[in-house]
């Protein structure tokens, strides 16, 4: 049997992991001021965003080596050969504390970087998932995976660089937020700055161009609930009206990296 295990960027919920029923979900770990946490599926991290408001440090950290070394021992001793999709391991050390634990244990453990997080993070996993219930091949579903991480990518756009720039996870001196400034990103493998978009308008259509024609799934994801995505939505499917477009609210840990207000679409291109 073939086992899939990713960290708790992917975003699912308590239910989605059980329908999906060969996943096993790593909680990767965060901060905010003197508390330390771990993220758990999407429907069991309570009111994070109240409490980072003010707070300091609010930071990250990768999965503990532990919680690895006991989900691949456990998954080995059953028999399984396990595929590990992980965060991009230019966001995080999540990679190769997996990559560690997997020469640890021994056994059939194939440790994938992902390229990407939350939203491409989980539309990666669910085409493992659906090429394991399939019948593919350990070798099959690890040679597709490499393929399908070139054609999910990721746009969007942050109200404030504080967080993103703080976190360490972009540098570029270009990227602005003024008054009616707003930068726009590409996730692809790591993050790049794509221009400053005057205005709502604009912002949402730079975030379009950004998708392919031929996306097949779209899910656009924000920072809090509250946080309007109805425009963005619509504005998607009218440009791919045959694309179900699904929408999630991202976890703690992407959160503290991108700030409240952030939003963007995950995309999947056709083959």
């Not at 493992?128 to 597709?144: D, P």
């Not at 009218?238 to 929408?247: A, D, G, L, S």
Request: charged residues 20%.
């Amino acid at each position: 049997m073939i086992a899939i295990v990713t960290d708790s960027t992917v975003g699912y919920s308590t239910q989605e992991v059980a329908t999906r029923g060969i996943v096993s979900v790593v909680p990767v770990n965060y901060q905010i001021g003197n508390n330390f946490y771990e993220e758990y599926a999407s429907d069991r991290n309570g009111s994070f965003l109240p409490l980072m408001e003010g707070r300091s440090p609010c930071k990250t950290a990768q999965p503990s080596l532990g919680h690895f070394l006991r989900t691949f021992q456990s998954l080995v001793d059953r028999g399984c050969d396990v595929i590990c999709i992980v965060l991009s391991s230019a966001l995080s050390g999540t990679y190769s504390s997996a990559r560690f634990a997997a020469d640890q244990v021994g056994g059939s453990i194939a440790v994938v970087d992902s390229g990407t997080i939350d939203a491409g993070l989980h539309l990666l996993v669910d085409e493992a998932v659906n090429m394991a219930k399939g019948g593919f091949s350990v070798k099959e579903i690890l040679r597709n995976l490499e393929g399908l991480k070139r054609k999910i990518g990721t746009a969007f756009t942050v109200e404030s660089l504080g967080p993103i720039v703080s976190g360490g996870r972009l540098n570029d001196p270009k990227a602005k937020t003024t008054l009616n400034l707003r930068p726009v990103f590409e996730l692809k493998g790591k993050i790049y700055f794509r221009g400053n978009a005057r205005g709502p308008r604009e912002r949402l259509e730079q975030i379009c161009a950004l998708v392919p024609a031929n996306a097949r799934r779209l899910i656009v994801s924000r920072c809090a609930a509250e946080t309007d995505v109805s425009e963005l939505t619509r504005m998607l499917k009218e440009r791919h009206p045959q694309v179900y477009i699904h929408q999630r609210v991202v976890g703690p840990v992407l959160s503290i990296h991108t700030g409240a207000g952030a939003f963007g679409v995950a995309y999947v291109v056709k083959e």
